[in-house]
């Protein structure tokens, strides 16, 4: 295993101005636009935001599978354009694609990885058994990888990441597809990798009880820009109270009762998206009257009335102006949000 030229309390991940641009003829297009990071080691950073909005791009450059254009960047204590083999070597990957041989056992698997790593036998055989025991894998490890469940299968590209201790594991969409049995597990397993491998994780989702579940932090993406970086509850809070969601009729009377809304001084902010009027307030359950009340004299139909806390979603509509749905696509239009004077 390469040597770690960083101390304990150093950064695992360092990012400065980040660009990555690609000519397409006479146009340009700019997939990540002067992105700064700072992951410190132990943690689990989570890449929130929709399909195309840079995620995969930023991953794929901090593991040296693409060149920026202009900036920065430290994986481990190593730069990723100079000293790529360095990062490689501290880095495990998980895609979001399943990359899993079904004709191998699942210790076949974790072998022939093992000695890609150039791992010695002594410590590639006492790698095994510790990886095979922490994601649970133990008494399967003889059946062909064929024969493992969804969540198995997860679970065993998670420990072949793990192989050779790395610094940071990076994981690109790890419970897209699975059920929510085994999205739960798997979270639960990566979390455990976090606590008792002490590895960084980063890794790239859509999902915001996923982001909400597992994140020390959270950084979301739009349109190759960090928006926001903070923990999921100082973001919630950020918001400053409950959110209550008010639907009507079509998205025309949404966005003019939004406009009315916004004109009370207890209201935080506003963010008409399709039929919904998002409202945030301090002490909602008491609000809703007034809120209702007010569509009616404005002649707008309310249909349903919702009250919730706020959550990761809410601070994604906040920042981003729009909504994304399970598959990453945005559900939404882009729409600036309508926010009273705070």
Excluded at 86 to 113: C, K, M, S, Y
Excluded at 176 to 190: F, K, M, N, S
Excluded at 232 to 245: E, F, M, R
Aim: with cysteine.
């Amino acid at each position: 295993m390469a040597h770690r030229p960083f101390l304990e309390s150093d950064a695992a991940l360092v990012v400065n101005g980040l660009r990555k641009t690609y000519a397409q003829g006479d146009d340009t297009t700019v997939a990540l636009d002067d992105i700064s990071l700072h992951v410190e080691r132990g943690d689990v950073v989570g890449l929130l935001g929709p399909n195309g909005a840079g995620k995969s791009t930023l991953v794929n450059i901090l593991c040296t599978l693409l060149q920026p254009t202009a900036g920065s960047a430290t994986v481990a204590g190593y730069d990723v354009e100079t000293e790529g083999a360095d990062v490689r070597r501290n880095i495990g990957v998980v895609f979001q694609e399943p990359a899993l041989d079904d004709q191998l056992t699942g210790i076949e698997t974790l072998r022939l990885h093992a000695r890609l790593y150039g791992l010695d036998r002594q410590t590639r055989e006492e790698r095994i058994t510790e990886i095979l025991d922490l994601v649970g894998l133990a008494e399967v490890r003889d059946q062909v990888v064929e024969q493992y469940s969804g969540g198995m299968k997860r679970r065993l590209e998670i420990g072949r990441g793990m192989l050779h201790d790395p610094v940071v594991l990076f994981l690109d969409e790890p419970t897209l597809g699975l059920d929510a049995q085994t999205r739960q597990a798997t979270r639960e397993y990566i979390q455990q990798l976090n606590e008792e491998a002490d590895v960084t994780v980063l890794l790239t989702t859509h999902n915001m009880v996923e982001a909400d579940a597992l994140c020390d932090r959270v950084a979301i993406i739009d349109h190759g820009e960090i928006v926001v970086f903070d923990s999921p509850s100082a973001l919630k809070a950020q918001l400053g109270g409950d959110i209550v969601t008010l639907t009507v009729t079509d998205s025309e009377e949404a966005t003019r009762l939004a406009e009315l809304l916004a004109s009370y001084s207890w209201v935080t902010a506003v963010h008409p998206t399709g039929r919904d009027v998002q409202v945030s307030v301090a002490r909602g359950q008491t609000r809703i009257p007034a809120l209702v009340t007010r569509a009616s004299e404005a002649s707008v139909s309310v249909t349903s009335v919702d009250l919730q806390t706020p959550s990761l979603e809410s601070v994604f509509l906040t920042h981003t102006g729009r909504t994304i749905d399970d598959t990453g696509a945005e559900t939404a239009p882009t729409r600036p949000p309508v926010v009273t004077k705070q």
